[in-house]
Every structure is written in structure tokens, then in C-alpha cells.
């Protein structure tokens, strides 16, 4: 059993237990998300004890110098003394708009106090009201001034409701990252780059696209965006002409349940996408949103010829509260 130190309190955490989950357990209320150690929502900092190298996993060097660590990953080997992380890994940022997609989807924008380095397409944390955390992807440019995110509304949705209910411009939130690796790494023009996304998985597929253009990428780019219907989908005329001012760049808005007639292809996504495109050797393909469907698309892409390290895919997996 280690004993961890924290805030001037001292708790016991069992053998096999991770620090986030014995601090929770203790009462303790601490942020977190996805309790897998890739959010960094419950970043904290070691001032004494040994940390173990997997909750360490991935940071930089002068992070891991200082102590940070994730605890939700950190089944500890001694006992270790712990603070909370400042604004040296969490940046503040106000809202400076919020406009409605679609009625699901509320398109926020964030001016952080300083500037965030970031691909398009990867995801940061949002941190409100203490352990209130959250990922979402991040759909502007690394050259815009604000921080785009998609937000889809979910029923009971503590984060989510907040966007669409209660926030204002000019709150402030914080935020944390970026992470993932789910964005365009130039080079290879000429290669074709397959975008699929459902719902909000958009929102990293609108960034890739805009940045894979702005690198002078020449290869066909098709972006696949699915929705159950179509009120749905968002962004529908922006991106079609997007499409029309790009020779290869093509745009197939897709319902499970609609109409041909309205100019959307109709069917499951993974299925919309193979019959168009059933052989993919050689492809680079970027997959986001809904968690199961990622993992159908990964397979299949996978199995249709696209090498499995030429599959980049965010899946949006809801936080793992307890
Ligand atoms: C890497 C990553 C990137 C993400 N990017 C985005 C993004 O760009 N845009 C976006 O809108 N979301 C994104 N998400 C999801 C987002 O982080 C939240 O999970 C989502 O907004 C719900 O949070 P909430 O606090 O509103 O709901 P919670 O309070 O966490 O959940 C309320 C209830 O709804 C359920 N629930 C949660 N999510 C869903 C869901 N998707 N479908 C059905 N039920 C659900 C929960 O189980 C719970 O019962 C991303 C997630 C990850 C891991």
C-alpha cells in the first residue's frame, strides 16, 4: 500500500490501484476524463516518490524533469507527495463566439491568453469548474488567431450542455494540450488522402482538409462526412464549394436515412465509402467520431489495402466518470 500526499493531506492507495482512482475514492475531487492516459486532464505534479515510467509516457523531457505525471496511469512503487499542475501545462482562454451548425452542433471559438502550438486535427482538454474535463478536436488552423471546436449537444451532458445552454462570450475556461496524432504530415503531395468522419468528427477532418490544401497537397482528397439524416450534417454548402474551387478535392455528405435527391449519398458510411472506393492500396486515411464506427472503418480500410500505419483515427469515446 503507498501513501500519497495532496493538498496537505495524506490518503492510502491500494495495492494495484492507480492514484487517480485512490484519490477519488478518497473523496478527493480530482479532474479527469478518460481515465486512460491520454486526455492529461488529471495531469499532476510528483514532489517526492518514484513515478513510474508509463504514467510518463510521451512527455517531453523538461515535463518529466519537473514531475508531471498522468495519475490515471500511475500505480504507484513508493510513496510520493503530489500538487496540482498551474498554468505552466493549462492555459486560460475566453470564449469569444458560439454559433449554431446545426441545432446539435455549436461551433465555439476560444482566444487562449497565449498561443498554443497545434496541428490541425489534434484534440485539446477543456477544463471547467475544476475537475469538469473534456476533449474535443480542434477544427481551425494552426495560423488562426482562435481555437475552433465543434460541440455536439448530448442529452444530460455536463460539458456539452454547458456550450449550448449557459455559456456566454467572454467565459473563461481552461484548456489543456494538444494531444493526439490524428492530423496531415506533409510531404507526399501526390498521395491520396481518404477524410471520413460521422457527426462532429467533422471537426478534425474540416482542419486536416484546409491544412493539407494550405501544404500544396496535389493528390485526390475525398471527404466523407455521415450523419443519421440530414439535418445532421453541417457545414454542407461551405464544403461543396470548397470542393468546386478544388479540382481534387471531392465532398460526399452521407445519411443512413434520407434521399438520394437531396445530393447526399444514402447507407451505413463504411459501406458508402467502399463501394466508391473498394481497392485503397496506397491511401492515407483519417477516421473520427463515433467510437464504433471508427473501429469498423479502421478494419475495413485496413482489410481494403490501406497499411494499418497509414490509418489515422480519433475515436470520441464519452469520459469514463465516476
Ligand atoms: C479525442 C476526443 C475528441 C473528441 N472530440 C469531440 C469533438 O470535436 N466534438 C464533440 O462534440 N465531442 C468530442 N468528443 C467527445 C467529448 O469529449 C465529450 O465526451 C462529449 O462532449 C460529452 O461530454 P458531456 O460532458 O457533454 O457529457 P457527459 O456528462 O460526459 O455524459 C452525459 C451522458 O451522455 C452519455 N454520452 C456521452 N457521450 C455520448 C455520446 N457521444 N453519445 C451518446 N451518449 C453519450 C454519457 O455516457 C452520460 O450518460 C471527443 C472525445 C475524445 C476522446
Redesign the pocket.
Known sequence: MALVEYEGQTYTIAPGETVLDGLLRNGVQAAH??KAG??GSCMLRAGKGTIPARAQSGFKESWKAQGYFLPCVCVPETDIAVTRVGTDVQLGASITSLELLSPD?MRARLRCDSPIAFHAGQ?VTILREGP?A????I?SLPDESEIE????K?????????FHHAAAVGDRVSVLGP??ECFYVPGREEQPILLVGT???L??LYGILRDALRHGHRGPIHLFHGALHKGGLYLVEELRRLAARHKHVEYTPTVLNGSESDGMAVGAIDQVVLNRFPKLAGWRAYV?G?PGIVQTLRKKLFLSGISIREIYA??????A?S
Open positions: 476524463a478518460c491520454s486526455c452542433v484534440y469538469l473534456r476533449s474535443y478536436s477544427a471546436l465543434h460541440i455536439r448530448i442529452a444530460g451532458g455536463r460539458m456539452s450542455g454547458w494531444s493526439g457527426g462532429t468528427g471537426a478534425p473520427c463515433d480519433d475515436a470520441f469515446l464519452p469520459a466518470c
